[in-house]
């Protein structure tokens, strides 16, 4: 009895696979022809199967600020914790050196790089592209600030004092450009 239903099923399987029907696919979309399978010449086309939609429109990539706001509080934040890195403070006691010493120090120097490299994507959200040299002066800033990422990690501090001579170079060349003070 097994058997048999097991030989009725496999012959059902041979008939469907020899003499294709037209399928309708669950989209909707029309059967793929079928005349050089039904003509024995080809291998029957598999059964057209759904299709994830594709999406064709960008990622909602928004400005939230205004570009003196991402400037100020964003940009500005994570440069000066690079630039003290290298830096030092003069008092009545004398000058204190304020590079990173402790893994903690550390750690605020990574933060600092990382937003501001990370900081370089929201320049290049489209309505803040103001004409296409803008973006090279982005991306000149971006290979800074991801240098200072790397040496901040690293612990590098004459890497990250090297960044920190030319960051405000890479600022500079935007503001210059625009006519910005
Ligand atoms: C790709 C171009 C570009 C780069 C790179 C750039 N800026 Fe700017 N920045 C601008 C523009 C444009 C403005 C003027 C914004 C406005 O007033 O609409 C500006 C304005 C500013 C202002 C004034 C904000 C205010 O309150 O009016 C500061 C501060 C500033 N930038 C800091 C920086 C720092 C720090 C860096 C580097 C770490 C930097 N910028 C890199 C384009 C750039």
Known sequence: MRYRIWKCWLGTAAFTLLAPLPVVAADGAPPAPASAAASG??????????QPRRRSSPPPLRAFVDMP??????????????WRSNGFV????????????TD????????????LV????????????????????VQELA??????????EQHDLS??????DHLDEACAAC???YHIE
Do not use: C, F
């Not at 003069?90 to 010493?101: E, I, M, R």
């Not at 290979?143 to 901040?152: G, T």
């Open 41 to 50: 010449t080809m291998p029957p086309a598999p059964a057209p199967r759904a």
């Open 69 to 82: 706001t991402l400037m100020e509080h964003v940009l500005t934040p994570a440069a000066t914790v690079v």
């Open 90 to 101: 003069n008092d009545a006691a004398g000058d204190h050196d304020l590079s990173p010493k």
């Open 104 to 115: 903690a120090d550390w750690e605020q120097v990574v933060t600092g790089a990382a937003t």
């Open 118 to 137: 990370e900081s370089t994507n929201a320049l290049l959200v489209p309505e803040r592209i103001l004409d296409p040299e803008w973006v090279r002066y």
């Open 143 to 152: 290979a800074l600030a991801n240098r200072a990422y790397l040496a901040a």
């Open 159 to 164: 890497a990250l004092a090297d960044v920190s």
């Open 175 to 177: 503001h210059r450009h």
